[in-house]
């Protein structure tokens, strides 16, 4: 493998000194002169008409400067998938119906957040409920409550994919199975809740909005359809954020109902949810049915496989509809799958929406297929991973035009963890089990639901006269340290010190358009924009050092260790100092600018390239409670190219935690549409004492697409430990589960079954 | 009716009168801008508002500020001397033992609670010791690494005779 000044080296948070001193300012730590504070009025009901909203007692509270309803909000319409008008579902604020527990119908600004609370309780809504829908498989009945009047049975989307000959196929295989799996939901529960400050400026009629969120940019464009205004006329910036995981893509009422009562008031609005509002009014992760059938040769070769899935949209479309093409797409990863059909419905219910999350769509997809394709095993007399190596893609594996993947290392991983597993795990005692999982995941999605005109990513560098950088980005870091990734690949590529760097991230005015952080897609898309720009700049100071020297045009020059000099004869060089001042002197002082960007093409319909590996789970279960021992964990990792290690390993921990907590302990119950866990005492993480350690082992490739060999990194693992965990179970006490979250009832439940079945 | 809370916050004396019910976040972010104390759940059940209360790990939004009169404060502000870093800010740095960051500032003024009890803890008295600090980033291993390494660079520290 190459060997790069900066890339693949352990590097320091570019934020850190910020963030370990308290500096870091986030959304949530904001305010401004003069600035109103914001409250929204939720819906008690899940499904009601608005008879009636009367703000009057309200408005006479002192300190109360605003209160608007549906009727006083544009009523424009928005969503993520632009593209379909239709599936723009959401509104600032309910107009004449309420569709979840928790809808907002009115929003108040005032002096201080108590007088916006007090002013709650003074608007009276009269409600006349109806019947409510809950669950997808009632949600398509004819005789269903419609959510939206528009959408019959319910349905949100469908999706279907297919490829070879799938009947056929069933009908030659020598070993078919089907099983069905339920899946729960999870939230993201990030640390800072969602919270936006917006600020009209009534002069030049522009609004700046700073907000917790993954993606500038979709917040841009909510905001210009919700408000009805010119994108251009809307400035959003990002600080740092205090964790996403998904769960902060779309424009949500927080920033939407600021912003109006900004316009109405004159004044700064600020909106922060409460924890409870967090858990019970933000996206979290979909939860689905799923009917998953294979067929194999009998060395364990996959020769088909059919998927039916339905998810509960709950009441709008957030990111819920890509979800549905994922868990399609990557049901079949990381494997060979020569005959393959999918279909796929999402359901709209009463109930707060589901969208996007971390391995979104693959998480409980992946659940499904690796559970049966371990009892698939089992019932071959194959070893689990044997059955794994047997059917896994190689490099160049394409499925019919849907998807090709270039760098591909599953192979390697695979065949790495069946050494580990028998040096580091020879001691299994009893009710001890190993489970595995494998895992793969985009680098971003070709996509383009949200209908930009824009390349997905952009970025641009302004050398100054000394050398120093400023390099500007509207990526976003929510904590994955892409601004860190960032630096260091416009530093190797000019072959400077990060050092020279200054980073503009996440301003939709100063910054060229990228999609945002999801789908794992900054490390390739922004990496090759940043890339790119800084390669341009490095084009102009090659030039001016090509002129210097006076060589032969056939020679080639580098840019390395502050310098760019001969490859073949480093000695004949000038320092980047220098040239930076030589290429301005020369361009009759106009300052260097290089801009870059990218856009997936010719990659087929899902993402630009592919990461993957596989994980292993040492559990074991105590069979008098029905408690689970999560011992150790080992993840065999293919990133490609990692930019940077300390951070990669994080993603893989903090990624195996949600994994395991979905797998263990996280889900969001409800009651005729009610979340009865809005609170981190009732919504069970991972804590500290439950974490297993974790081994990583990299398995590095080169992904020919992405900035020095690099793809996404780690979002995959979120999905392999749920199933990980209960394949491990499985192979300690022989209990099988068709849903996540082990709790001990239903450990014990699944022991109590198979005992019974081993006596009758 | 307000009232007097006289204390001392990372070494400077304060003089305030605020409300009785007021909590002891909203004093340190509200009143006195010290906003690397941060809120998630104001419950005290994720402990991201953890201070030092006289040496003592606090969750600030479950204390009446009156209850710090007359004593001593801990911020993460507080925790290096002007730009050189604690030991405990290097390790974290080092260690990637935070990610998004948000819980981070609760997460080392508890580390600094324990290190200064007990200066050589085990994994399983730092998992024990800082179970309730919820982080949804790093998965904690790469936390409790970081609090050990802070552990061995204190003692270096010591040995050396500079630390206080
Ligand atoms: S904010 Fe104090 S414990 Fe959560
Ligand atoms: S670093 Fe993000 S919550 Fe801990």
């Known amino acids: 493998m190459k060997e790069y000044s900066i890339i693949g080296k352990p590097t320091r948070n570019v934020d850190g000194v910020a963030k370990v001193t308290g500096e870091a300012v986030y959304a949530f730590d904001m305010t401004l002169p003069n600035m109103l504070y914001g409250k929204l009025l939720r819906s008690p009901h899940p499904h009601a008409k608005i008879i009636s909203i009367d703000t009057s007692e309200a408005e006479k509270l002192s300190g109360v400067k605003a209160i608007i309803t549906g009727k006083d909000t544009p009523g424009g319409k928005w969503g993520l998938w632009r593209r379909f008008p239709e599936l723009c579902d959401q509104t600032a604020l309910a107009m004449d119906k309420v569709r979840f527990i928790g809808e907002p119908v009115a ?37 269903a409550p419609l959510v939206h009047d528009d959408f019959e049975n319910n349905i949100n989307t469908t999706r279907h994919i297919e490829w070879g000959n799938v009947d056929e196929a069933f009908k030659n295989a020598d070993y078919v199975r089907e099983d069905r799996f339920s899946l729960s939901s999870q939230h993201h529960a990030p640390m800072e809740v969602h919270n936006a400050l917006a600020s009209y400026d009534k002069g030049s009629k522009r609004l700046t909005v700073w907000a917790s969120t993954q993606s500038p940019y979709f917040l841009q464009l909510g905001l210009a359809d919700a408000l009805k205004m010119r994108e251009g006329d809307i400035r959003v910036i990002k600080p740092h954020v205090g964790g996403g995981y998904g769960g902060k893509n779309s424009t949500m009422p927080d920033s939407v109902n600021a912003a109006l009562l900004s316009m109405k008031t004159g004044r700064p609005v600020k909106i922060v949810f409460n924890r409870e509002e967090e858990f019970t009014t933000t996206e979290h992760r979909t939860a689905m049915d799923i009917a998953i059938k294979i067929g194999l040769k009998k060395d364990g070769t996959l020769v088909a496989k059919e998927v039916k899935l339905i998810t509960d949209g709950g009441a709008y479309t957030g990111l819920g509809a ?14 060979k799958t020569p ?43 194959i070893d689990p991973l044997e059955i794994r190596r047997i059917n896994a893609m190689t ?37 001890e089990g190993i489970g595995f999982a494998s895992f793969a995941y985009m680098s971003g999605g070709i996509f383009n639901w949200i209908d930009t005109p824009y390349a997905f990513s952009g970025a641009m560098v302004k050398v100054n006269i000394d050398g120093t950088v400023e390099l500007f980005t509207q990526a976003s870091d929510i904590g994955q340290g892409h601004n860190t990734v960032s630096v260091m690949i416009c530093a190797e590529e000019l072959g400077i010190g990060m050092e020279d760097i200054r980073l503009h991230p996440a301003d939709t005015a100063t910054t060229l358009a990228d999609l945002g952080a999801w789908g794992s897609r900054e490390t390739l898309m922004n990496g090759n924009a940043v890339r790119a720009a800084a390669a341009e700049i ?32 480093p000695e004949r060089g000038f320092s980047y100092y220098e040239l930076v001042k030589d290429a301005i002197k020369q361009n009759d002082g106009e300052p260097l ?119 996404e990194a780690a979002e995959a693992t979120t999905s392999p430990g749920a199933p990980a965990l209960a394949n491990a179970v499985y192979h300690a006490v022989g209990a099988e589960f068709d849903s996540n979250v082990l709790k001990p009832e239903k450990v014990l439940n699944a022991i109590r079954a198979k005992e019974q079945k081993g006596k009758a | 009716m307000k009232k007097e809370l006289k204390f001392v916050v990372n070494g400077q004396t304060y003089d305030l009168w605020i409300e009785p019910k007021t909590v002891l976040v909203q004093v340190l972010r509200d009143e006195l801008g010290l906003k690397g104390t941060k809120r998630s759940c104001d419950s005290g059940s994720c402990c991201a508002c953890t201070v030092l209360l006289n040496g003592k790990a606090v969750k600030s939004c479950s204390i009446l500020a009156l209850q710090a009169n007359g004593k001593e404060i801990l911020t993460v502000e507080g925790l290096a001397n002007g730009t050189q870093l604690h030991p405990i800010q290097e390790a974290f740095l080092d260690n990637w033992a935070f990610q998004c960051g948000f819980c981070t500032s609760g997460q080392m003024m508890a580390a600094k609670g324990l290190l200064d009890e007990n200066p050589d803890p085990a994994r399983e008295e730092i998992q024990l010791a800082m179970d309730g600090h919820l982080c949804r ?21 010591e040995e050396q005779g500079g630390a206080k």
Not at chain 1, 108 to 134: G, N, Q, R, S
């Open chain 1, 322 to 335: 890509t979800t549905l093409y994922l868990a399609g797409t990557f049901v079949t990863f990381p494997y």
């Open chain 2, 137 to 157: 980033c790093t998965g904690y291993n790469m936390i409790n690494e970081a609090i050990q390494d802070a552990a061995k660079r204190l003692q270096t520290q």
């Open chain 1, 593 to 711: 600018i290089g801009i870059g960007h990218y856009t997936p093409h010719n990659k087929g319909m899902i993402s630009p390239a592919y990461g993957m590996g596989i994980q292993a789970v040492r559990a074991k279960v105590d069979r008098e409670t029905g408690l689970i021992e999560m011992k150790d964990v080992l993840v065999v990792h293919d990133c490609g190219q990692p930019i940077n290690p300390p951070a990669v390993r994080g993603q893989v921990e903090g990624s195996t935690q949600m994994g395991l907590g979905y797998g263990l302990c996280e889900n969001m119950p409800t009651d005729n549409g009610l979340i009865l866990n809005p609170s981190f005492v009732d919504y069970k993480l991972i804590r500290s004492r439950d974490m297993p350690t974790i081994e990583l082992m990299e398995v590095p490739t080169y992904e020919p697409e992405g900035p020095f060999g690099a793809k």
């Open chain 1, 107 to 143: 929003a108040v600004a005032a002096v201080t957040e108590e007088i916006a609370h007090e002013a709650l309780d003074l608007i009276a809504v009269e409600y006349e409920p109806l019947p409510a829908v809950f669950e997808p498989m009632e949600a398509i009945k004819d005789d």
């Open chain 1, 538 to 569: 490095k084009k102009m100071l090659v030039a001016v050092a090509r002129m210097k020297l006076g060589e032969n045009i056939v020679y080639d020059l580098v840019a390395k260790n502050k310098r760019i000099y001969l490859e073949l004869r």
């Open chain 1, 339 to 381: 005959n393959y059909r999918y279909d796929g419905v999402r359901t709209y219910t009463n109930k707060m929406w589901s969208s996007s999350m971390r391995g979104f769509g693959s998480v409980p997809a992946v659940y499904a297929a690796e559970i049966q394709l371990d009892r698939a095993a089992n019932d071959l007399g």
């Open chain 1, 395 to 431: 490099p160049g594996y394409s499925a019919s035009g849907e998807y090709t993947v270039e760098s591909c290392g599953i192979l390697e991983c695979i065949d790495k963890m069946g050494k580990r597993v028998k040096e580091k795990w020879n001691d299994l005692g009893e009710d």
